[in-house]
């Protein structure tokens, strides 16, 4: 357990399509006065650097954030309204411009919070954590926001309902572990018991594991018994085979090309956000044939 570092995955597909997602989540609940609370139940440490030795070890960022700023140019048309919501939150925090800073999504969401909102941050790595604390205690943010150096799947229930009743909960596991499929599903049914209406983000990897195939279907499942609306969309920027296969060897996966995301309550704007901005992620940073997306409701 532990030897996931967001650090070495920060500003790769995966990030841009669960950014995108909860910048678009985080503006629309901002929409209305009343204040709403955000949980990250697996917070990460808060910010990267995309120049570390860590990134530039696993280049993921180049395949991810970096191709699609760098192709941009490839559009016919404007970046996609989402695109550009998520961008300016990257603007931000590259005041001197270029892209040298990645928030992770705690930063991402305090940055979208309004005086009235709260933040609930789960981690529990040893060191991201402090460095989760220390980001936070920069922010000089007081009770808005608040660190839980805890399991994020047994402390999420505790905050629900938000007592303003409006919420997100935004659940990120780095899937180290096989039991983490079985226990997004659990934490989301006793959530949704306890807070039917609040709006439920789930990324999860897509490779070649049973759990991963089935985890949208047991989310939407969940939304149904419930009788909410769900939407599920997946990104993929290439083949996962490697490319210097010599015959007669059998390919071998290379890094992460293909995942998800669930969404449990979804704003009625989301779908058509995403229809836009799907096919862009894939045009900037799809790399072959197999590069696509989904995007499905119910
Ligand atoms: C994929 S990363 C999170 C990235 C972050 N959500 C972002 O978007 O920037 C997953 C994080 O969950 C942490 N983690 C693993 N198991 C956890 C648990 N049961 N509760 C809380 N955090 C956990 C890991 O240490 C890791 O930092």
Known sequence: ??????????GNHADVLKHTVLVAVM??????????????????????????????????????????????????????????????????FNPEGGLLNYPGSPLFAHHLLREQDKLKLFEMHPTDIRGLQTRVEELRAGRQVMVIHEDGFNGLPKFLPPSTRRGLVFIDPSYEIKLDYERVVVAVSISMKRFATGTYVVWYPIIPRPQAHSLPRHLSNLARQADKPWLHATLRIRTGARNDVTPGEKAKPKGLVDSGVVIINPPFTLYEQLQQALPQMVQLMGQDHLAGFSLTRG
């Open 1 to 10: 357990m532990f030897s996931y570092r967001h650090a070495y995955h920060a």
């Open 27 to 92: 503006k629309h609940l901002a929409l209305k006065e009343v204040g709403f609370t955000t949980i990250d139940t697996h917070a990460g440490a808060g910010i990267y650097r995309l120049d570390s030795a860590d990134a530039n070890q696993s280049g993921e960022a180049q395949e991810g954030l970096l191709a699609l700023m760098r192709n941009k140019s490839k559009l016919a048309g404007p970046m996609a309204d989402a695109l550009l919501d998520y961008r300016r939150v990257l603007d931000h």
